[in-house]
């Protein structure tokens, strides 16, 4: 069985805490004591609804943001503790796709030169920085010989064929894929994903996979991790989470994503309130509190940790579901 | 089969670029909203689905758009030619609109009651007392309790969902029969989509409006219509019901998008992906505008456009679209030559 290629342990992002302006936000702690460990060669998936967390834990844990508190181990190499030089050797193994390529991609640069950037920065000379970018560009179906061209000439499936090449051609051992799909169309995503698969296996990756999109990392991970309000509140593999989803969250997600199978959704008024029963929630309780149909008052005063409920399929719950209660 | 509200027929709708080169967006759009019903529009982006609703609510900016030929019949009023007086009275009257990000439509610097309450008094001639009391009762209607205290709020002091249910209370103020609803989930988490969803559904049965909803995504969208039409380069390409079009798609395009959409019963398998991309209004191929991505294309794909027929009938032989679907009960509409082949 293969090794642990990345362990994230106890990890904490906060923002603000000094300053005048800032007070206001003090301690708010975006990501809140994280752990997980990925295997190598898995896709790993990161679900999670918007602010939850997802994307600063991401990058958080490439050090891009360093961290508040906690370690991050990559091959079992602590970064933490790791200068700015030794940082960088490491960070070429672990790269990241964000959603919006044009954001990632200078218009002003050709894609080659793009591409070479990172390159340079490593070290490489000319000749294999050309051999590189051609090859990487190759393995996600961009013509090496398109490499003059600049960004505004491609589509946006394309341009994100160019950011993965770009990624990859820093020779990645683990890709953090941060909602790679998201802004393209359908008909576009199932191509991306496609290459993202065949990559995989060509090159022995190993994906860290961050989406909104349950179906999608459904569909993609091995094992998945529910993140809400900065903690994993539910992990396991892909097969438990989905015939066994413990966490209330957990299952309100499933409940809401919509399928091309399954029934029409029922007429109905009243949301289920956004923020929740704000009375039901306590300074020291569990943050799903206010929004949760299981709440009872022990919820109110203990935050409850990750802890496994069987079979390695971790919750952070309470009075976590059972599969004959239904949701 | 309820009567034709909304009927658009052989709409071209085209642009004239800066360097005078034209492009057609709609080439010939046929689309039916029954009254009551749900009728879904699909597409990606660039295919028409919103410059559709926009003819619709007559919005469209000519110049640098022109509708080149084509009809938009609303009730008893052919919309094209429409003086803009009376566009005006219909939209936001007998037709709503809920687009998809309301922070763009919401005044921010207004109070959310004062906006509701201009409309109302814009469009139904109440008194602002009238006005006041009614916005309160539309907050209520869209699942805000406790109408009053939101009213004096501003847009921003609201929440994504919140604010998605006010400009949908503003688009029901006046009791329309006919809401277009563009996108209007695409921006929020999917526990709130479903939330705002099922808001729709309410209130189509308790005001008995119809909804023409725009989207690109095809599984909303199944839990949503009674009728969904799927465009492709400002074409529709299929129609039928919810029912047909997913259980028995007719279109190579219709088959591939729901092959293409990930989902966890497909686990280990890899996605029917659509090779190329949507082609750019002034560059749409000729014959059958999806030819150069469908994988059954033929000679005759190449050179014909296919014309839109009905394929509900006994042994899938085709007939003429009626020009009316309340007449003919189930259609399956679609364009493509080798249906049936």
Not at chain 1, 104 to 131: C, F, H, T
Not at chain 1, 277 to 285: I, L, P, V
Request: charged share 25%.
């Amino acid at each position: 069985m293969a090794g642990p290629i990345l362990e994230v342990r106890n990890l904490v992002k906060q923002f603000g805490g000094s300053g005048l302006m800032s007070r206001a936000r003090a301690g708010l702690k975006a990501v809140d004591g994280v752990s997980f460990t990925v295997t190598a060669g898995d896709t790993f998936g990161l679900v999670g609804e918007s602010g939850c967390g997802k994307t600063t834990l991401a990058r958080a844990l490439l050090y891009l943001d360093p961290p508040t508190a906690g370690e991050v181990l990559f091959q079992g190499t602590a970064l933490g503790g790791l200068s700015r030089a030794g940082l960088r050797g490491f960070r070429r193994h672990m790269q990241i796709v964000f959603q919006d390529p044009n954001g990632a991609l200078d218009p002003k640069m050709s894609i080659r030169a793009s591409l070479a950037e990172g390159l340079a920065n490593l070290g490489v000379r000319r000749e294999e920085r050309r051999r590189r970018t051609a090859e990487a560009l190759e393995l996600v179906g961009i013509q090496p010989a398109h490499a003059e061209r600049y960004p505004h000439e491609f589509s946006g499936g394309q341009k994100q064929r160019i950011t993965i090449a770009r990624a990859l051609s820093m020779d990645p051992r683990l890709l953090v894929l941060d909602e790679p799909v998201s802004n393209l169309d359908v008909s576009i995503q199932a191509q991306i994903i496609n290459l993202l698969l065949d990559l995989k296996n060509r090159l022995a990756l190993t994906y860290l996979f961050i989406s909104h999109d349950l179906n999608l990392v459904a569909y993609l991970a091995d094992r998945i991790a529910v993140m809400f309000r900065g903690r994993i509140v539910e992990l396991g593999s892909t097969p438990q989470i989905l015939s066994e989803p413990l966490h209330p969250y957990t299952r309100r997600l499933f409940a809401s994503v919509p399928r091309l199978t399954g029934e029409r959704i029922v007429p109905r008024i009243e949301g289920d309130g956004e923020a929740g029963d704000s009375s039901r929630a306590g300074a020291g309780g569990c943050r799903y509190a206010a929004r949760c149909g299981r709440w009872d008052l022990a919820c109110q005063t203990n935050d409850p940790v990750l802890h496994d409920a069987g079979g390695g399929h971790l919750v952070a719950c309470l009075q976590p579901e059972k599969n004959d209660q239904g949701g | 089969m309820a009567e034709t509200l909304l009927s658009i027929k052989d709409l071209w709708v085209s642009f004239r670029g800066r360097d005078g080169s034209q492009s057609r967006a709609l080439r010939g759009i046929d689309l039916d909203v029954a009254r009551g019903e749900v009728h879904s529009l699909v597409g990606e982006s660039g295919s028409g689905k919103t410059l559709t609703a926009v003819c619709v609510l007559g919005l469209l900016p000519v110049p640098p758009a022109r509708i080149e030929a084509g009809s938009i019949r609303f009730q008893a009023t052919e919309l094209i030619g429409l003086p803009e007086a009376e566009r005006r009275k219909l939209r936001g009257r007998r037709i709503g609109m809920v687009f998809q990000e309301p922070s763009k439509y919401l005044n921010p610097a207004m109070r959310v009651g004062e906006q509701i309450v201009e409309a109302l008094v814009l469009h139904l001639g109440l008194t602002r007392n009238e006005a006041r009391l009614r916005a309160g009762e539309l907050l209520e209607l869209v699942g805000l309790p406790g109408g009053r205290r939101v009213l004096r709020r501003y847009p921003h002091e609201l929440s994504g969902g919140m604010r998605q249910r006010v400009m949908i209370a503003m688009a029901v103020s006046c009791d329309p029969v006919l809401l277009i609803a563009d996108e209007p989930t695409t921006a929020l988490d999917v526990t709130l989509q479903r939330q705002i969803l099922r808001l729709l559904l309410e209130l189509r049965e308790r005001l008995g409006m119809a909804i023409l909803f725009v989207s690109h995504d095809l599984a909303v969208v199944h839990g949503i219509s009674e009728r969904i039409s799927v465009i492709y380069c400002g074409k529709i390409v299929e129609s039928g019901s919810r029912e047909r079009v997913f259980a028995r798609p007719l279109h190579p395009y219709t088959q591939a998008l729901l092959a293409s959409i990930p989902q966890a019963s497909r686990r280990g398998t890899r996605l029917r992906a659509i090779p190329g991309t949507v082609p750019d209004a002034s560059h749409v191929p000729a014959g059958c505008a999806f030819h150069p991505r469908c994988p059954l294309a033929v000679e005759r794909c190449r050179e014909e456009v296919p014309r839109l027929l009905d394929y509900a009938g006994n042994g899938g032989t085709p007939r003429e679209a009626a020009a009316d679907r309340s007449e003919t009960g189930e259609t399956h509409l679609a364009a493509c030559h080798l249906v049936g082949t």
